[in-house]
C-alpha cells in the first residue's frame, strides 16, 4: 500500500514538472516570435473542418429565436438589402459577384454567402448577425437594442441563394437622384460614439464620430444618393413599403438631431449607426434641411383599412387610455419641435404604417432610445397593447400629412366642476384653488387643462401614487375629471402668497435659464415653460408656485428615484443631480416669477 501511495506521488511530481517545462519551452517560443501569425497559407483542412463545427455548434445551441410573421414581406427584404449592400457585400460577395480580394486574404475567410446561406436556419442567420463570430472578422451587430430590423437582413439573406446578379444589383444600387453636393470635410470636434462593450487597452482605440466609413456614403459627398435607397428620391420611404420613415413631414431641426443620436449611439440602430456614423457635422445639418425643403408625402398604409382598427387608433389618438393614464397623442404631437439635447416631438400625421408600428413597439420595450434626455414614449407605449399599437400606427398614417389630431370641442360642465371644488377641492386647496401657505398643496390657478387632466387620470389609476388624492379621484369619473380641469384652466393665474429668498431667486435664474451642463441638467424653462414659449404639454408650470411646495417636490424626486412613471416623468435623475442648495434656489427663482399667461 505504501509502495502505491509512492508511486502515485512520483507520478503527480513528474506529470507538474512536464507541464512546467512544456510552459517554459513555450514561453521561450513565444518570445523568440516563432509562432506565426501570417494570414498568408491557408488553414490545414483539419483545423477549417474544427472551426466550422464548434462554429455551428455554437450556433444552434443558441438559435432559438422565433421569426417574425412578416419575414418575407417584400419592405424587409428591401430594407435588409441595403445593410448588406453598405456592410456585408464588402466581405461575402453577392450573387453572380465574387468577393474583395481583401476579404478572401483573410483568415479564416469569409465565405460567400449566396453559396452557404441555406445551411443556416432562420434563428441561426439571426444569431450571427446578432453576436458575430469570435476569432473571425465577422463583427456583432452595431447596435445593442432595436434589433427587430435584425430580422430584415435575414429576410434578404433567405434572397441570396435564388437571385440573379442583374436583380441583385438593381436592388441594392437605389434609384437615380439628382442631389445637391454635401462637402466631405473631417474637421472640427470628435463626439463620443457609444458602440459595444469597450474593453481595454482604450488608448489604442477610438470610439468616436466622425468615424471612417465601411460603405463610401459620406465620402462621396453626396450622401443622399444611399439615403435615397432606403427613402426613395421623394423621401417618402417607398422603396422599402414604409419600413423606412417619411423624411419630408419631419422637421430639418428633428432629422438632424435624430441623425447625430444614431451616430453615437443614443438611439438603437444597426443600420442607421453605419450610415450616420461616417457624417460630418455639416453634412448632417444639410442632409436635414434637404428633406425639410422636399414636398410632403403622403405615408405608406395598408391597402385595405379596417374601420374597427381605425377607430381604436382614432380612440387613442384623441382621448389616450385614461384608465393607464396614457396621455393622448396630439397633446403633445399637434405641435412638432425639437429642443436639441432635451426632447423632440416628430409630426406623425402622414408617417409610414409600417415605420411607425415599428417605433411603438420599439418604444414598449425600451429598445428605441432617443436624441434628448427626456424620452416619455416607453411608458406611453408600454401601457398599449401590441394591437392598439398597430392601429395608432395605422391611423395616424391615414391622416394627410400636416393635419392636427384633435378630438372635437367637448362642452364642459362647469357649474358641476364648481360643485366639486367646493364639495372636495377647496378643503386643501383653498376656495381660490392657490393652495396652501404652508406648501403642502400646490396653487392649480397656474396649470392648463392638459395638465390638470392628465395628473387626476394618473392619481386615479395610481401611477402617481398619493394616498389623499387617489382616494379623492376614486370619487370622480372621468367626465367630472374632464370638467375640473377645464374649470382649473379658466381661473386667471395667481401668484402663491409667501416671501421668497431674494438671493436664492438671483441664484437659481441661471439653473433655470440655462441648466447644469456637466451635471446633466437642461434648462428647466425648456420643459416647463417661459414668457412666450410654451413648455411640454404635460409639464406643470412652475411660474408663481409655492416655494415650499417647489422645494418639497424637488427634495421628494432627489430622494428617491424608484418612483412611478420612469419615463414620463424624468425628475429623479435631474433633482438627483443637483445639490440641495441647488434645488431650493430653483424653487426660489420660479416662485418669484409672475404667472406664465394661459
Request: hydrophobic fraction near 40%; charged fraction near 20%; glycine fraction near 8%.
Amino acid at each position: 500500500m505504501l509502495s502505491s501511495k509512492i508511486s502515485v506521488k512520483k507520478l503527480i511530481l513528474a506529470l507538474v514538472g512536464l507541464a512546467a517545462a512544456g510552459a517554459a519551452i513555450a514561453a521561450v517560443v513565444i518570445a523568440l516570435g516563432l509562432p506565426t501569425v501570417s494570414a498568408r497559407p491557408p488553414h490545414w483542412a483539419i483545423t477549417t473542418d474544427l472551426l466550422h463545427t464548434v462554429f455551428k455548434r455554437a450556433v444552434a445551441t443558441r438559435a432559438d429565436q422565433e421569426p417574425p410573421a412578416d419575414l418575407d414581406s417584400p419592405g424587409r427584404i428591401a430594407l435588409g438589402a441595403q445593410h448588406y449592400e453598405n456592410v456585408c457585400s464588402k466581405c461575402h460577395g453577392g450573387p453572380e459577384l465574387g468577393q474583395s480580394p481583401v476579404a478572401l486574404s483573410m483568415r479564416p475567410r469569409p465565405q460567400h454567402l449566396p453559396a452557404v446561406v441555406g445551411q443556416f436556419s432562420d434563428a441561426e442567420l439571426y444569431v450571427i448577425l446578432r453576436n458575430g463570430v469570435r476569432f473571425s472578422a465577422m463583427p456583432a451587430w452595431p447596435s445593442d437594442r432595436n434589433l427587430d430590423e435584425i430580422w430584415s437582413v435575414v429576410a434578404f439573406l433567405r434572397q441570396l441563394p435564388g437571385m440573379d446578379g442583374a436583380t441583385y444589383t438593381r436592388l441594392v444600387a437605389g434609384p437615380d437622384v439628382e442631389a445637391p453636393r454635401m462637402p466631405y470635410v473631417a474637421e472640427g470636434p470628435l463626439l463620443e460614439s457609444d458602440t459595444g462593450i469597450k474593453a481595454p487597452p482604450m488608448d489604442e482605440y477610438l470610439y468616436a464620430t466622425p468615424a471612417t466609413e465601411w460603405a463610401d456614403i459620406a465620402a462621396t459627398g453626396v450622401p443622399v444618393e444611399r439615403c435615397a435607397a432606403c427613402h426613395g428620391v421623394d423621401g417618402s420611404g417607398s422603396p422599402t413599403e414604409g419600413r423606412a420613415p417619411n423624411l419630408t413631414v419631419l422637421s430639418a431641426n428633428y432629422i438632424s438631431d435624430s441623425l447625430r443620436a444614431y451616430a453615437s449611439g443614443r438611439r438603437h440602430s444597426g443600420i442607421m449607426k453605419v450610415v450616420a456614423s461616417g457624417l460630418t457635422g455639416d453634412q448632417i445639418t444639410a442632409l436635414g434641411r434637404y428633406y425639410d425643403g422636399l414636398p410632403d408625402k403622403e405615408g405608406t398604409r395598408p391597402e385595405t383599412l379596417q374601420t374597427a382598427l381605425l377607430e381604436t387608433g382614432k380612440k387613442i389618438v384623441e382621448g389616450g387610455h385614461p384608465e393607464l393614464a396614457v396621455a393622448p397623442c396630439f397633446v403633445c404631437h399637434q405641435t412638432p419641435r425639437t429642443e436639441k439635447g432635451v426632447f423632440e416631438i416628430p409630426a406623425l400625421t402622414g408617417q409610414n404604417a409600417p415605420y411607425l408600428k415599428q417605433q411603438l413597439d420599439a418604444f414598449a420595450m425600451s429598445e428605441r432610445g432617443a436624441s434628448g434626455l427626456y424620452n416619455p414614449m416607453p411608458h406611453e407605449a408600454s401601457g398599449l397593447s401590441e394591437e392598439e399599437r398597430t392601429a395608432v400606427a395605422t391611423y395616424l398614417a391615414s391622416l394627410p400629412s400636416g393635419q392636427i389630431p384633435a378630438p372635437p370641442a367637448r362642452e364642459a360642465d362647469l357649474d358641476n366642476a364648481r360643485g366639486l371644488v367646493a364639495q372636495v377641492c377647496s378643503e386643501c386647496h383653498g376656495d381660490a384653488a392657490t393652495g396652501s401657505s404652508s406648501g403642502q398643496t400646490p396653487n392649480l390657478t397656474l396649470q392648463t387643462s392638459r395638465y390638470v387632466h392628465h395628473q387626476l387620470e394618473a392619481f386615479h389609476t395610481q401611477t402617481r401614487k398619493n394616498d389623499k388624492m387617489f382616494q379623492v379621484t376614486q370619487r370622480l369619473d372621468y367626465d367630472d375629471m374632464a370638467d375640473l380641469a377645464a374649470y382649473f384652466e379658466t381661473l386667471p393665474p395667481i401668484p402663491s402668497p409667501g416671501d421668497v429668498d431674494a438671493g436664492r431667486a438671483a441664484a437659481g435664474a441661471e439653473i433655470a435659464r440655462n441648466g447644469l451642463e456637466l451635471a446633466g441638467v437642461p434648462a428647466c424653462v425648456t420643459c416647463h415653460g417661459r414668457p412666450g414659449r410654451d413648455g411640454l404639454p404635460l409639464a406643470p408650470r412652475l411660474q408663481g408656485q409655492n416655494v415650499g411646495y417647489l422645494n418639497s417636490r424637488l427634495d421628494y424626486f432627489a430622494r428617491d428615484s424608484s418612483l412611478p412613471l420612469p419615463g414620463l416623468n424624468p425628475m429623479h435623475r435631474y433633482a438627483k443631480a443637483m445639490t440641495e442648495d441647488q434645488r431650493a434656489d430653483v424653487a426660489a427663482w420660479f416662485a418669484s416669477q409672475p404667472p406664465l399667461p394661459k
